[in-house]
């Protein structure tokens, strides 16, 4: 019950598509969910998060979908570049409690120029 | 650069060796997180601290391993005698008390051999 599925592990897409990464959770006690961007290397970096009382948020050209009724939430990435070629995560957490993420298992995006 | 910083940055040792890692949050964040990431996978949550308390150890921390964080401030990750399947990346999050995103250091590459 405290599993974050993610897919698909891996995804191509050419310059200026829209990828497009899916995240299926069952505790219906999370109701907080971020998505990370990480380069080989480094650190997670926050890009983008929603909680379960809205059904779509934008920022830049990343948005998130969120189905509660389906315990799923998707990420976006709109005009797609090359530099977004990195690794996504998405994680959620419960608001009470250690606020601690559970993370769903990563889908590598390369962007073809 | 999040403004969370990791020492060092990468660490080779041996087998049975004693291991220390050095995490200093954002200066005005009370929450700390321990996470391990190991190649292809999403971190996983280690251990919790909320000022110099910790409040939270995962399973996945045996009893070699043990985390202080002395007056609220920086933290520390020790693994004594180090084992091959402790090769991973360990990664430090901080966040603010009353806020929910989670800034990640550039985290610490252990190779064990």
């Known amino acids: 019950q405290q599993q974050v599925k993610q897919s698909p592990q891996s995804l191509i897409v050419q310059k200026g598509g829209i990828p497009i990464i899916n995240c299926a959770y069952e505790?219906?006690?999370?109701?907080?969910f971020p998505w990370y961007q990480q380069f080989p290397g480094k650190g997670p970096a926050l890009l983008i998060a929603?909680?379960?009382?809205?059904s779509e948020k934008k920022e830049g050209r990343f948005t998130i979908s969120f189905n509660k009724s389906a315990k799923q939430f998707s990420l976006h990435i709109m005009d797609s570049q090359p530099g977004d070629s990195a690794t996504y995560f998405c994680?959620?957490?419960?608001?009470?409690?250690?606020?601690?993420?559970?993370f769903g298992t990563g889908t590598r995006l390369k962007v073809l120029a | 650069d999040t403004g969370v910083s990791q020492d060092p940055r990468h660490k080779i040792t041996k087998r049975g060796q004693n291991v220390t890692f050095r995490c200093d949050p954002i200066?005005?964040?009370?929450?700390l997180y321990w996470y391990r990431q190991t190649l292809g996978q999403g971190p996983e949550f280690l251990t919790y601290?909320?000022?110099?308390?910790?409040?939270?150890k995962s399973r996945l921390l045996s009893d070699r391993f043990s985390a202080e964080r002395p007056k609220g401030s920086f933290s520390t990750l020790e693994i004594q005698r180090t084992e091959q399947g402790d090769s991973a990346m360990y990664l430090c999050?901080?966040?603010?008390?009353?806020?929910?995103?989670?800034?990640f250091g550039p985290g610490t590459r252990l190779t064990v051999t």
């Open positions: 999050a901080s966040s603010l008390g009353l806020r929910d995103e989670q800034y």
């Open positions: 505790n219906t006690a999370f109701d907080y």
């Open positions: 929603i909680r379960p009382d809205v």
């Open positions: 994680a959620a957490s419960m608001l009470s409690g250690t606020y601690k993420y559970i």
């Open positions: 200066s005005e964040h009370n929450r």
């Open positions: 601290f909320q000022n110099e308390a910790q409040l939270e």
